[in-house]
């Protein structure tokens, strides 16, 4: 009976890596209204509000994304006195500590407007959103992130829930050509610069207002990018209250992170950005030469000493039938098996080459 193993060579290995994109939009309405916030979960520490596409009790509600705001220690607008000014200091060192990391001396570093590391802008005060591995998978696809928002509301409008038709002057932020233009001098990966149109960056990096982190799912917006009056809802649907005058730093001056994540909420119009699903392939050609595997390793292959396929006719060739493929260890341990939609005949008269693919 002949061997069935066959040792594979280096040309008989390949490997590929494919990568995978879903567009994922996630509408103004789901965030800012659909539910009556029974999609928003709060929670009692305070520190940032949970996102869900249906009112999160529900068995078929998916988390989406996480909000939360917080301003860097030493801030033009830290005081001891804000709303939970200890908690939006930690949450910004805790964000820029993964996604900016230390310098030489050991503190944090704190967002930089360009990206450069050096002197120039800094983002003190930003907002905060996390995307759910759910939506961005391996990470979100390079110039693909749109952030579409309103940025006012009228001097007269409510300061109770707010009528989502008040608003006006909407924006269209994205990381608009970070396909070949994106930085790479963050602990946790890759990212680009958030843009407030698609022209050309004012000199200075006037027109960056945020980051998009593409293998975090994370995207940092500076706190200016929000302005005008923005009325916001209390934890969990009790009263509603009016943070301030309208401009960010009212907000994130007398807010709690809760009411700053709703104005957040509020003004939100759409987001949409393709995530990418990084498939690594390796393909094994495993090849059956016209002398080779041509009698079967199975116990029925016999019968009284007579190979059963040959119909009692000793002159007939060998021939064999091709159900499965097995690919072994250098210690002959079966790692994996792979199966055939059909049996393939095998004999000398033909050869057979089996692509065999292994994903991960």
Do not use: W
């Amino acid at each position: 009976m002949a061997n069935s193993f066959k040792t594979l060579l280096p040309e008989d290995v390949a490997t590929t890596r494919t990568l995978l994109h879903e567009a994922i939009p996630i509408t103004g309405t789901i965030v800012s209204g659909t539910y009556d916030d029974e999609n928003i979960k709060y929670f009692a520490h305070g520190i940032f509000e949970a996102v869900y596409d249906y009112p999160y009790l529900s068995s078929s509600a998916n988390h989406i994304f996480d909000i939360t705001a917080g301003y860097a220690s030493g801030s033009a607008l830290q005081d001891a006195n804000n709303t939970q000014d200890t908690k939006k200091i930690n949450i910004y060192n805790q964000m820029a500590q993964v996604l900016v990391g230390y310098d030489v001396t050991g503190a944090i570093q704190q967002f930089d407007v360009d990206g450069n590391m050096g002197g120039g802008l800094k983002m003190t005060e930003c907002f905060f959103i996390n995307f759910a591995r759910l939506l961005t998978k391996d990470e979100i696809k390079k110039d693909s992130f749109r952030f579409d928002f309103y940025t006012d509301y009228p001097d007269d409008a409510p300061t109770e829930m707010p009528d989502l038709e008040l608003r006006d002057a909407k924006k269209t932020i994205g990381d608009y050509g970070a396909q070949t233009e994106y930085l790479t001098n963050s602990p946790s990966g890759d990212y680009g610069l958030l843009y407030t149109s698609s022209a050309e960056p004012e000199d200075g990096g006037a027109s960056v207002v945020g980051h998009v982190y593409y293998q975090a799912g994370i995207v940092v917006l500076t706190g200016s990018v929000i302005q005008g009056q923005a009325p916001t809802t209390s934890n969990e649907g009790a009263a509603v209250t009016d943070i301030g005058t309208g401009s960010a730093d009212d907000i994130i001056v007398s807010g709690t992170i809760n009411e700053i994540a709703n104005a957040i909420r509020f003004e939100y119009d759409n987001i949409d950005f393709n995530n990418t699903t990084e498939l690594n392939s390796t393909i094994y050609f495993c090849r059956a030469n016209n002398t080779e595997f041509n009698y079967s390793s199975n116990p029925t292959y016999l019968s009284s000493s007579q190979i059963v396929v040959k119909g009692n006719n000793p002159m007939a060739n060998p021939v064999s039938y091709v159900t499965t493929v097995g690919l072994y260890s250098p210690d002959n341990e079966l790692l994996a098996v792979a199966k055939l939609s059909e049996p393939l005949k095998k004999s000398p008269s033909n050869e057979l080459t089996l692509r065999v693919r292994l994903d991960y």
